[in-house]
Structure formats: C-alpha cells, structure tokens
C-alpha cells in the first residue's frame, strides 16, 4: 500500500467484513504497509468490500447454483 491511509482504509475492510469468511490471505502488516491478497467468501452485501472500492487486494466471492 501507497501511505498507512490507504493502509488502514483497506485493512478495516478486512476487519469488518459481516458475515464473509476470509479463506485464503488476511494477513497484515502496518508497519511495512503489506496487506496478502485476500478472497472473502460471501461477505454481507453491506460490507465495506461491496460498498466502496477497494483498490487493494481484497477479493469478494460469491458462490451460485444456477445463472
């Protein structure tokens, strides 16, 4: 991440994800600004990851039965 601003927008996605699982990455670091690449599965159509942009490397996940 660019600054601990973008830093910290983009792990508090991370932190307040409703309902959504992380299964693989999570993993942060402020101090060197590293966030892993991160799925969450399903998060809450509400989350901070489906209502703002991310530009980091957060990716929500959502499973279907049928299109």
Known sequence: ?????????????????????????????????????TIILEPRQDSLCMVDEIFGPILPVYTYESI
């Open 1 to 37: 991440m660019i600054n601990h601003f973008h830093f910290d927008r983009v792990a508090k996605m991370l932190d307040e994800n409703h309902g959504g699982k992380v299964i693989v990455g999570g993993k942060t670091n402020r101090a060197v600004k590293h966030i892993d690449p």
